[in-house]
Nanobody
Framework: QVQLVESGGELVQAGGSLRLSCAAS????????SGWFRQAPGKEREFVAA????????SYSDSVKGRFTISRDNAKNTVYLEMKSLKPEDTAVYYC?????????????????WGQGTQVTVSS
């Protein structure tokens, strides 16, 4: 069983920064890949970033590459998404998700565990 709780979303001006956190409660799992996804009103959920358990592999969508950084602290069971140079088009509900290890990081359908989401709003 995996439970995920996101936090850190808020209203911020364009050009600003935010750090999202995802706190995980797990019974026995390890070697889980963590991902961040987002969903804007009227749009499909899209991949943002992912990181493997060891942190050795990360992946980013083209729209956030160079602006967002995903990281994890396994001792704290927490995954972070550092977001800089935010744009109005980054406005969305951001979800944390986890899955067992596998080569594909970007497909939301492969992630069985999801948090409830945290709202990020970027004003122009």
């Amino acid at each position: 069983q995996v439970q995920l709780v996101e936090s850190g979303g808020e209203l911020v001006q364009a050009g600003g920064s935010l750090r999202l956190s995802c706190a995980a409660s797990r019974s026995t799992f390890s070697d889980l890949t963590s991902g961040w996804f987002r969903q804007a009103p009227g749009k499909e959920r899209e991949f943002v970033a992912a990181i493997t358990w060891s942190g050795s592999t990360t992946s980013y969508s083209d729209s956030v590459k160079g602006r967002f950084t995903i990281s994890r602290d396994n001792a704290k069971n927490t995954v972070y998404l550092e977001m800089k140079s935010l744009k109005p088009e980054d406005t969305a509900v951001y979800y944390c998700a986890e899955k067992l290890w596998g080569p594909t990081l970007t497909d939301p359908g492969l992630y069985p565990y999801w948090g409830q989401g945290t709202q990020v709003t970027v004003s122009s």
